[in-house]
């Protein structure tokens, strides 16, 4: 007999995966989590999406994996990510991204400016 409660997993069996949903503001529209197709939801896929402007707002990344019963907002990692990967390429963060990175960057990586005497 089932318990009190009880709801049946949407999540089928033996996945033991790690998924990623980007928050997305639709300005008057209003804020949501796009559809993404499941095989999309991994990190490197996401992060991807986000450089070449699959989103055109982004709010924050959230991880969950269900088999290990976790959830996390894991957007300063990947803006430290998206930042990383543009420095690396000697480009700036797109203009979709930046507003991103900028909120989600620890403090200490921000550039201060230097002034010339």
């Known amino acids: 007999m089932r318990k009190p409660g009880w709801t049946p997993s949407i999540v089928p069996s033996g996945d033991n ?19 993404a197709d499941y095989e999309a939801t991994d990190l490197e896929t996401v992060i991807q999406d986000l450089l070449t402007g699959q ?9 969950f994996n269900t088999a ?12 430290r990510e998206l930042r990383r990967r543009c420095d690396l ?8 991204i930046a507003s991103f990175a900028e909120r989600h960057e620890e403090p200490d990586r ?8």
Do not use: K
């Open 68 to 79: 290990e019963r976790w959830s996390e907002d894991v957007s300063e990692d990947v803006a």
């Open 55 to 63: 989103y055109g707002n982004p709010i924050r990344v959230i991880a």
């Open 89 to 96: 390429q000697m480009r700036e963060l797109p203009a979709a």
């Open 110 to 117: 921000r550039q201060l400016t230097l002034r010339l005497v």
């Open 17 to 35: 995966e790690t998924v990623y949903l980007v928050a997305d503001n639709f300005g008057r529209l209003g804020r949501a989590w796009p559809e």
